[in-house]
T-cell receptor
Framework: DGGITQSPKYLFRKEGQNVTLSCEQN?????MYWYRQDPGQGLRLIYY???????QKGDIAEGYSVSREKKESFPLTVTSAQKNPTAFYLC??????????????FGPGTRLTVT | GQQVMQIPQYQHVQEGEDFTTYCNSS?????IQWYKQRPGGHPVFLIQ???SGEVKKQKRLTFQFGEAKKNSSLHITATQTTDVGTYFC???????????WGLGTSLAVNP
């Protein structure tokens, strides 16, 4: 059963703690993405990666870090430096080809609450 | 920078009425994609348009890509309660490595 998994679905943390969100895909996609979504808002790109051991900052990378040690895994760490970490975090993946940005497949998301 | 704008931001309709959302890009796009996000869910890919003036249909949904490849629309005929959600359009950034997203149109359908 192919797809993208994110865990956990809900996550609660105290302010000042780093937290790592998991994202795994078995679609054999080269590209992976992390988005943040706030209530009633669109999708804002945090980081993306097109190949193992390489990634690029998106529009709101400050306070976040990622790694891409395996093709199927792209974990996101929300650090204590992120001012407003409470949000819905979505991971996505896509193929890469001649047409450029192909359709993205999303995981179910992780709702992070920091108090 | 490159922007994709969507209007309206919100739309309330009675079940059975039609609905249209519009997407406008500040630059010419190689393709445009549409996604639907149900309340509490994640975005799901609906369709991709590539050709100038292209029109595609999926049951009650009609997607159009403008002649200049800078605008697009999604039209739903005779809305149903299952159409509730937020509809996003997205187009490739200039470097083709990521998508630029519209802010979405949230559709509410009164039964």
């Amino acid at each position: 059963d192919g797809g993208i998994t994110q865990s956990p679905k809900y996550l609660f943390r105290k302010e000042g703690q780093n937290v790592t969100l998991s994202c795994e895909q078995n679609l054999n996609h080269d590209a992976m993405y992390w988005y943040r979504q706030d209530p009633g808002q669109g999708l804002r790109l945090i980081y993306y990666s097109q190949i193992v051991n390489d990634f690029q900052k998106g529009d709101i990378a400050e306070g976040y870090s990622v790694s891409r040690e395996k093709k199927e895994s792209f974990p996101l760490t929300v650090t204590s430096a992120q001012k407003n970490p409470t949000a819905f975090y979505l991971c996505a993946s896509s193929i890469i080809g001649g047409l450029g940005a192909y359709e993205q497949y999303f995981g179910p998301g992780t709702r992070l609450t920091v108090t | 920078g490159q922007q994709v704008m969507q209007i309206p931001q919100y739309q309330h309709v009675q079940e059975g009425e039609d609905f249209t959302t519009y997407c406008n890009s500040s630059t010419t796009l190689s393709n445009i994609q549409w996604y639907k996000q149900r309340p509490g869910g994640h975005p799901v890919f609906l369709i991709q348009l590539v050709k100038s003036g292209e029109v595609k249909k999926q049951k009650r949904l009609t997607f159009q890509f403008g002649e200049a490849k800078k605008n697009s629309s999604l039209h739903i005929t005779a809305t149903q309660t299952t159409d509730v959600g937020t509809y996003f359009c997205a187009g490739p950034a200039g470097n083709n490595r990521k998508l630029i997203w519209g802010l979405g149109t949230s559709l509410a359908v009164n039964p």
